[in-house]
């Protein structure tokens, strides 16, 4: 009986609960209706417009043309007066403009919302989860359009992308800055193609801004200049940690040349164990022996000696063809280390309690760039690999709340 009286209880409970959720619809429904209607052009008062071409006076061309837009609370249904310019065969609706649905047929609430989902979800995904969350229904092509519209004008400024200020405070003025790049392969249809990616932050703190790159050095190297304003690092200790590819380091010496570099602490253990395997084989214990003994030195600050050894070893090398093999792995190696010598001061790092690598970046990368952009089966046209790298950067540096408001500047910007 107990059980029976609590049951019937439930059962009400949910019946009041649906009944509130009708009524909360129906004031939505009504809400969309009363919206339409102010929204719609009036049917007598047909004012002439200026062709926003030619500037002549244009009279009413189609009267009331339907549409529907999608808000927050649902589908809103207005009429607007199409006018036509027949000296440019220009048409358009000026009702549109007027409301901010010329490109769009969303409200911007609603751009920011299926913009959320788009940049962590792959388009399908997205499409679906936008169904599920908010009831608005987009195809996955329509989202991938609608991606391709909203980050064009950021991925391809030029010069005036808005700029996501770097966490500078007079708080964390005695911090250093941390610097880190390092590319990610992400298959384009013209096969697979590095996506630089930079970070930015303070030492210490979460906040990071990110800036990646697709197409060309140059342009990256003006971007990180121009928006993310350099010039004010040059107050600011500077710590730079990148794999140890001379284009990272000819990119720091121009952009800030007084930043402390760093070779990555994991790639130079790469670096040591492809030696090692060359040398030694794969199986043998010797590799991991050597890699630890060169890994110890090197965090000693001690890479004299291991480019010592490395020559040593590479006059031992017999004339064999596996020899030949060897020697070139050990010259490989040494050069490398030489290369980079003023950025191998490992003990300096450790002793001050700064980061040597690489799980910060590895981990920027898969968030980033990976999750979003190298699932299985993605392949990625060269604009839009540069769009959505963009996005994610953007979306990393400044978070979920404000990444629309981010997009949008954008647009004004490129407008
Ligand atoms: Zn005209």
Known sequence: MCAEKHQGGKEGYWASYQQELNRLAETKDAACLRLGREWSDSEKRTKKYRCPRCRRWVAVNVHLVPRTVITRMGTVAYRRHYYYCHKCSFGWYPRDKKLGFESEDMTGDVIALAMDFVANDPFELAASRLRLHHEIERSATGLKLLFERQSAPLADAEKSAPVVPLPLTEANAHQPVVIMNDGSMIRQTTGWHEIKLMSIGMLGETQRVFLAETRDKERFERLLFDSVGFAKLRSREVLWLADGAPYNWGLQERLC????????????????????????????????????????????SRANAVIAQLKECHLMTPRTQRGKRQAAALLDLWQYLEANQSRLNYRKFIEAGWPIGSGAIESAHR?????????????????????????????????????????????????
């Open 257 to 300: 040349p007084h930043a402390e570099g760093l070779v990555d602490f994991m790639h130079v253990r790469e670096h040591l164990y492809t030696c090692a395997v060359e040398v030694f084989g794969e199986e043998d214990s010797c590799t991991a022996l050597f890699v630890d003994s060169a890994s110890r030195q090197l965090l000693d």
């Open 367 to 415: 968030w980033v760039i990976q999750r979003r952009m190298k699932q299985s089966g993605m392949m990625w046209s060269a604009a839009n690999a540069q769009r959505m790298a963009t996005l994610r950067a953007l979306y990393a540096s400044v978070g979920p709340e404000r990444f629309y408001g981010f997009l949008k500047k954008s647009q004004e910007m490129a407008a």
